[in-house]
């Protein structure tokens, strides 16, 4: 069974630029959700998708956008990039519908800094 | 709304000691709740969930932890800590039923075994 993989695991922006974070769900896995964890702080939900539409977010700004793809797969888009984005990025997927109702599996993150 | 508060957010035992996590949780609906750990330089791992059903939920590497709706709590027990179980524990909370996956996680507590 191969579990979240994300990628980059680091990446260095400079502030204004724009960055795209990818996710591959666990297999059999349909609905992938992206939380943000800030240094010190425990994961915030950013936003989840299922069957390719986002039906969850959280306090984010429209500047955090994402896609699902067909695969389940995920991208995590964020523009005009600030210094407070820094952060590490993570991806979880699970599996709806199923009686392992709010199991996320987490993958290792996105390391972003921005500068 | 929902709200999760950790209390300590570094906590100390001895090897062989008892480790007791603490964790208070607000809810306007009836709850589901987990908890998460964290090993360095990775993501988040499940270690156990409460979805309404026994109090007490025995989790994996031998934690547990008991829902008590009257106190508002969901505290994280293992009768004898080992030195692999340094690691940050994050406390979280959704809403009941099928569909939601929006976790709302505590900011963590790490978790320092002495030998």
């Known amino acids: 069974e191969t579990g979240v993989t994300q990628s980059p695991t680091h990446l260095i922006k400079t502030r204004g630029q724009q960055v795209t974070l990818r996710c591959s769900s666990q297999?059999?896995?349909?609905?992938v959700s992206w939380y943000q964890q800030a240094l010190g702080q425990g994961p915030q939900f950013i936003f989840q998708?299922?069957?390719?539409?986002?039906?969850g977010r959280g306090n984010f700004p429209p500047r955090f956008s994402g896609l699902q793809f067909p695969n389940y797969s995920s991208e995590l888009n964020v523009n005009a990039l600030e210094l407070d984005d820094s952060a590490l990025y993570l991806c979880?997927?699970?599996?709806?519908?199923?009686?392992?109702?709010?199991?996320?599996?987490f993958g290792e993150g996105s390391r972003l800094t921005v500068l | 709304a929902q709200s999760v508060t950790q209390l300590g957010s570094h906590v100390s035992v001895s090897e062989g000691a008892l480790v007791l996590l603490r964790c208070n949780y607000s809810?306007?609906?009836?709850?589901?709740l987990f908890w998460y750990v964290q090993y360095p330089n990775q993501g988040l791992q499940l270690l156990l969930k409460?979805?309404?059903?026994?109090?007490l939920v025995k989790g994996i590497n031998g934690f547990e932890a008991e829902f008590k709706k009257s106190e508002t709590s969901f505290h994280l027990t293992k009768p004898s800590a080992h030195m692999s179980d340094a690691a940050e524990y994050f406390c979280?909370?959704?809403?009941?039923?099928?569909?939601?996956?929006?976790?709302?996680f505590g900011k963590g507590t790490k978790l320092s075994v002495i030998p």
């Open positions: 998708y299922y069957r390719e539409e986002e039906n």
């Open positions: 409460y979805t309404s059903a026994a109090t």
């Open positions: 809810s306007s609906v009836p709850p589901y």
């Open positions: 297999s059999g896995h349909n609905t």
């Open positions: 979280a909370v959704s809403p009941s039923g099928a569909g939601s996956y929006q976790l709302t």
């Open positions: 979880a997927s699970s599996a709806a519908g199923t009686a392992r109702t709010g199991e996320l599996f």
